[in-house]
């Protein structure tokens, strides 16, 4: 072989790549990390071309133990990876070979197309799986919280502006909401992952006679039933990358949820509300402030969903002109996919160890649910139970509002004189709207914050989650 040319694809070429084209087209440096993947395929592969009689058992088992010295080689550290072998299907492949001469009949009817088409389901499959259980420890931190702190009533924001009363824990199971809906979307993503690329060769199959059926089965892309579960094009199944897409969009959405779950935890630790306060281990101070103790896991919480977002239009850009089938650009869909996957992973942690360590300052969330605006809502009900139009009443308790203002006192300090020269639909009892825990009570319906809805949400999440 001539010096420097490349033993995978080398026999058409005179010379091999210069040393800056090597440095360019390597994706070994980020793509070894689906080596566990890419064993798991090469032993399903040699498998079903020993099954259907293309090599024998005895270089199957050559090649299967040659894959398991080399699998093991790799978790030790031990293994050497080399940039002029381009990538992890290369580097192990031709390391496979040195050491069993049966390795040069594995790539039979197989293209590095359909292999890393194949190692990155497995990858989706693996890396959903993780990512729902990190959420999965998130949300059980949340419902710890809600069901440690049932008595805390808060004002519940719109516009950031005090809008109603709800529980805390009624606040907290919104984001237990939203987290479910990540974790049911990566167990799609999953779903959407598992169907088995290989055989569909480098575009267009192989005229060999193999079993894909069967190499599906050996790998887990099957059906609840057990059934396999084989691509149906070849050409799309090489050209394909909506799996990754729809993985940086899970993690993006997750992204958006963490980092609106943070600006909330960020707002609550501000001296202007204090409902909380963040543990010491997930904060930190300032270098030239000594009093400040900064929410900076909230904040990377936040930054990190950019990260998310710009990985998931870097795959968007990535493939949006690409003709098919496979075109090489398309290594560039891995270290966004990567890097998704790692930020997501952390991000679920981080939060989950905030949640656990955040402490909520009762006294300053009742200071602030105290204030008895919060109710006029609810007393525009109360006048629409008296018979008024809900247009009318609502014109009437603005008014109340106006008046209260105007003379310097809270809406519940009015005379009933007073608000009855408003309307006269406000009888005696018209102040009683403003018992907190009357008022709360009374949200009994499915979604409600009230406290009878609250426990059974709560003993819903209880057996979601456990
Ligand atoms: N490292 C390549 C990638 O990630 C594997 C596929 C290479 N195929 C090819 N025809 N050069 O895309």
Request: charged share 25%; hydrophobic share 45%.
């Amino acid at each position: 072989m001539a010096k420097g040319k490349q033993a995978s694809w080398g026999g058409r070429f005179s010379a091999g790549p210069a040393d800056l084209m090597l440095q360019f087209s390597e994706s070994v440096s980020f793509d070894r990390r689906l080596a566990p993947f890419d064993v798991a395929g090469s032993k399903a592969h040699s498998a079903m071309l020993a099954h259907v009689g293309l090599i024998t058992t005895a270089e199957r088992d050559a090649i299967h133990r040659g894959l398991d010295a080399i699998l093991a080689e790799i978790e030790a550290g031990r293994f050497k990876w080399d940039i002029r072998l381009e990538d992890v299907h290369m580097n192990i492949e031709q390391a496979l070979t040195k050491r069993e001469p049966a390795a040069a009949k594995l790539h039979t009817a197989r293209s590095r197309n359909d292999q890393i088409a194949t190692d990155m389901r497995l990858f989706f499959k693996h890396a959903c799986g993780v990512l729902r259980n990190k959420i999965l420890g998130a949300e059980r931190a949340l419902l710890a919280l809600a069901k440690a702190h049932r008595a805390v009533l808060i004002p519940g924001y719109t516009h950031l502006q005090r809008a109603q009363p709800v529980e805390l824990a009624h606040h907290l199971l919104a984001w237990l909401e939203m987290l479910e809906r990540d974790r049911a979307r990566f167990g799609d993503v999953a779903d959407h992952a598992n169907w088995c690329p290989l055989g569909s060769g480098a575009i267009a199959g192989t005229t060999l006679p193999i079993d894909r059926e069967f190499t599906a089965k050996a790998l887990g892309f099957v059906d609840a039933k057990g059934r396999p579960q084989v691509t149906q094009n070849s050409m799309d199944t090489v050209a394909d990358r909506d799996v990754f897409i729809e993985f940086a969009t899970a993690a993006a959405i997750l992204g958006v949820h963490l980092s609106r779950i943070a600006e909330d935890l960020i707002l609550w630790s501000s001296a202007e509300f204090k409902f909380v306060d963040m543990a010491d281990a997930f904060s930190t101070g300032s270098s030239l402030m000594p009093q400040k103790k900064n929410p900076d896991a909230c904040e990377l919480l936040r930054g990190k969903s950019a990260r998310l977002q710009g990985n998931l239009h870097t795959l968007l850009t990535l493939t949006k002109g690409l003709p098919l089938t496979y075109n090489r650009d398309l290594q560039e869909d891995k270290p966004p996919v990567f890097d998704s996957f790692d930020q997501a992973a952390i991000c679920a942690d981080v939060l989950a160890g905030t949640l656990a360590g955040l402490k909520i300052n009762a006294v300053r969330c009742a200071a602030a649910v105290q204030d008895p605006a919060l109710l006029a809502t609810d007393l525009a009900d109360y006048l629409v139970q008296q018979g008024v139009p809900f247009r009318e009443a609502h014109h009437a308790v603005g008014a109340v509002v106006r008046l209260a203002e105007t003379r310097g006192v809270e809406l519940n300090a009015l005379a009933t004189s007073d608000v009855q020269t408003v309307h006269p639909a406000f009888k005696a009892d018209w102040a009683g709207v403003f018992d907190l825990q009357r008022a709360l009570a009374k949200r009994t319906g499915t979604g409600m914050p009230g406290p009878k809805q609250v426990s059974r949400q709560i003993a819903r999440w209880q057996k979601l989650l456990s």
